[in-house]
């Protein structure tokens, strides 16, 4: 379908919103809005950062996860305790695959899932000797790790368990980092509460580590890469050509970090961050307490790279101008061969997004540069200033969603037709289901790594391959079948 008009865009949104009862119908109008690249700012145009509505699903995740899946996770040689009972415990499985370097148990621990598995008992009596003795255990079975975190779940906020007092003693007396996240999913109203906790955190426990200690070699050209969690290995081509134009990379945190890298960030010249809304908290920080500045990236797509690499390269001298023009004529004929191998399949495709983070903004020119356009994107848990970058990374008019419902995502399909649906875990079959190509942009559906160079190629490929199946004509939702004769289903 062609793009639609302002007023057709706002009178979609108008029909999606009339099935809800007055006061859902009024505040769920805050949540949508129509593009205006005109605007300095979102805010007068949509909310964001709110409670959702009572009784209507969200795809949003709480506290703990903001913290224990995306901020600690991927620190590799620490071990992250879930503390309280086991159902969120699960969750720290090796969910969201930050791909890691190393040996299991040895120098490398996310694939260990530690629980405190609270039972009644220590709702009654207390979590704390539960902890204690946890700790022990672990340094008996993983003597080579470098530290730990203590996850809370909801019940130790409830019940108010001394974890800043635990991790005093133990760490003092193990001698190793120990840190108390007060992460309990109840906080705040999304996972965003989750990664601000987390980066306080890292601020109070971490980052004040080795001030006054000089013993570390600086250079002109160190940098932190923050906030790249290294889903499918996205970190390795993004610090690949960060090196290759000069600069070198001293920390990643926290895909495929470590907790010494962590505690030297505060040597770097510059913060180059990745995820905007998972750590600009601790990126602030750095620069008012150690005058370390920080700036935004984007390694999805050639566009976005030369634009990226270009502005890192005004922070420095000469040499690494040269480095970038040096590395941008270098893998010029790469992609432009993905380019026009792929863009001829996938030229004038419609695109509608849905995801957490920075990926409903980061990816967009990834999908323009091949043809392809974005009719419709929004966050899970964003806050305004990440809607202040999307309107101008999205076409006029278009359609701009915060904290979407299934329903109101299902009908925006349904109206909008995308071509191709990227979005969050949960909404991929149903839409598989409707027959409409589907790719899972949450952890890059088992694929990846789509930053960098390398990562184009991989990224066009998958596009390509989802949209272009020919299953998709074959597929008809089940609620669209003709029923079967009565005869028959009996």
């Known amino acids: 379908m062609a793009a639609l008009t302002r ?35 979102a805010k007068k145009c949509i909310t964001s950062n709110r409670k959702a509505v009572p009784g209507v699903m969200t795809i949003r995740g709480c506290a703990y996860a903001g913290s224990r899946g995306v901020c600690w996770g991927p620190i590799k040689d620490m071990i992250h305790i879930s503390h309280g009972p086991v159902g969120c415990g699960m969750y720290s499985t090796m969910g969201r695959r930050h791909y890691m370097n190393g040996t299991t148990g040895a120098d490398i621990f996310g694939t260990i899932n530690v629980t405190s598995d609270f039972q009644e008992r220590d709702i009654v009596f207390g979590g704390d000797k539960k902890l204690k003795a946890i700790i022990d255990e672990l340094e008996k079975l ?75 070699e ?19 081509p993004s610090r690949m050509l960060l090196e290759e134009i000069g600069l070198r990379v001293i920390s990643q945190v926290p895909g495929d970090g470590t907790l010494i890298e962590m505690q030297r960030s505060t040597k770097a010249k510059l913060n180059l961050l990745h995820c905007y809304r998972s750590m600009n908290y601790v990126s602030r920080h750095m620069e008012e307490k150690y005058g370390i500045p920080w700036m935004e990236y984007n390694l999805f797509g050639p566009t976005k790279i030369e634009a990226s690499l270009r502005a890192i390269a005004e922070r420095f001298d000469d040499q690494i101008k040269e480095g970038v023009e040096r590395v941008l004529a270098k893998y010029k004929p790469q992609w432009q061969a993905v380019v026009d191998k792929y863009r001829p399949r996938l030229e004038g495709k419609k695109v509608m997004l849905y ?20 009719v419709g994107t929004g966050y899970e848990f964003a806050h305004n200033d990440d809607y ?31 071509d191709l649906i990227g979005s969050g875990i949960k ?64």
Request: proline share 5%; charged share 25%; with cysteine.
């Open 355 to 374: 995801v957490g983070g920075l990926r409903p903004r980061h990816i967009i020119g990834a999908y323009e540069d091949l043809g392809m356009e974005v």
């Open 142 to 216: 993983f003597p080579l790790v470098k530290g730990y975190t203590i996850q809370s779940e909801c019940p130790i906020g409830l019940i108010g368990d001394d974890i800043e007092s635990v991790a005093k003693v133990k760490g003092a007396e193990i001698g190793k980092t120990i840190v108390p996240v007060r992460c309990e999913g109840f906080r705040g109203v999304s996972q965003s509460l989750g990664h601000h906790i987390a980066n306080d955190s890292i601020r109070d426990w971490v980052l004040p580590t080795l001030d006054g200690d000089d013993s570390f």
């Open 427 to 490: 909404e991929k079959y149903q839409f598989q289901k409707m027959g409409f190509p589907f790719r899972q942009m949450h952890s890059w559906d088992y694929s990846g790594p789509y930053h960098g160079y390398d990562g184009f190629a991989i990224f066009a490929r998958d596009m390509d391959m989802t949209l272009n199946n020919p299953c998709w004509k074959e597929i008809k939702a089940p609620w669209q079948r003709a029923a079967a004769p009565a005869s028959v289903a009996a």
């Open 7 to 41: 007023e057709e865009t706002q009178n979609l949104i108008a029909e999606v919103l009339a099935i809800y009862p007055e006061k859902a119908k009024k505040d769920r109008a805050k949540h949508l809005m129509v593009n205006d690249r005109s605007l300095e700012t």
């Open 218 to 236: 600086t250079t002109p050209y160190d940098v932190n890469i923050l906030a790249d969690y290294n889903i499918g290995g996205d970190i390795w």
């Open 388 to 418: 202040d970058r999307t309107i101008k990374e999205m076409g006029d008019a278009t359609l701009i969603y915060d904290d979407v419902t299934a329903y109101e995502l299902d009908e925006f399909v349904k109206r909008l037709k995308p």
